[in-house]
T-cell receptor, first 111, second 117 residues
Framework: RKEVEQDPGPFNVPEGATVAFNCTYS??????FFWYRQDCRKEPKLLMSVYSSGNEDGRFTAQLNRASQYISLLIRDSKLSDSATYLCVATGNTGGFKTIFGAGTRLFVKA | GAVVSQHPSRVICKSGTSVKIECRSLDFQATTMFWYRQFPKQSLMLMAT?????????EQGVEKDKFLINHASLTLSTLTVTSAHPEDSSFYICSARRQGAGGYEQYFGPGTRLTVT
């Protein structure tokens, strides 16, 4: 079993749609979680941190469920520019804790 | 967000030669940097963790004598691909770790596309 698992997709949605991605992690000691975005042939960029209380940044909402060990990302009112691969990340708060990236979920937003 | 640079962005070399890639954290100090490799349409693969002032920690299956890592300062890590072969052609990406509000955040360099002919 992978340490961080994501549905690879692709998710094909029309502009304006709401789309949600889930991600599960296996290490219950993980403390910090993030979503990254990676465009084709580019480096990953930090999209947002995921807090226990959940957090929202514009059209993006991230949630954490520690009991079930999953995190989610909700994108509302999808834009063409949201088309990318979204990477789920789990890590710890100590220096030696390994950061684990999921394989990514591909999203295509179409006009 | 923090800024990480990587140089060169693209390199083409002949089989058997060595290539050095530099990764710099421009606006923060990073005691820990990471080197990843990504093949087309595949996920990031962690190659090694670079620790300032000490030896790098390599992932299973990554040859430490082939991929030399040096982290001599808090803002610079280098990856040298020695005796490169065509199968080493890939997208190499570094990242630097910084303590943020959400925990240890990683910021990535723009990547180096290596082609070995």
């Amino acid at each position: 079993r992978k340490e961080v698992e994501q549905d690879p997709g692709p998710f094909n949605v029309p502009e304006g749609a709401t789309v949600a991605f889930n991600c599960t992690y296996s290490n219950s000691a993980s403390q910090s979680f993030f979503w990254y975005r990676q465009d084709c042939r580019k480096e990953p960029k930090l999209l947002m941190s995921v807090y226990s209380s959940g957090n929202e940044d514009g059209r993006f909402t991230a949630q954490l469920n520690r009991a079930s060990q999953y995190i989610s990302l909700l994108i509302r009112d999808s834009k063409l520019s949201d088309s990318a691969t979204y990477l789920c990340v789990a890590t710890g708060n100590t220096g030696g804790f390994k950061t684990i990236f999921g394989a990514g979920t591909r999203l295509f937003v179409k006009a | 967000g923090a800024v990480v640079s990587q140089h060169p962005s693209r390199v083409i070399c002949k089989s058997g030669t060595s290539v050095k890639i530099e990764c710099r954290s421009l606006d923060f100090q990073a005691t820990t940097m990471f080197w990843y490799r990504q093949f087309p349409k595949q996920s990031l693969m962690l190659m090694a963790t670079s620790n300032e002032g000490s030896k790098a920690t390599y992932e299973q299956g990554v040859e430490k004598d082939k991929f030399l890592i040096n982290h001599a300062s808090l803002t610079l890590s280098t990856l040298t691909v020695t005796s490169a072969h065509p199968e080493d052609s890939s997208f190499y990406i570094c990242s630097a770790r910084r303590q943020g509000a959400g925990g240890y955040e990683q910021y990535f360099g723009p990547g180096t596309r290596l082609t070995v002919t």
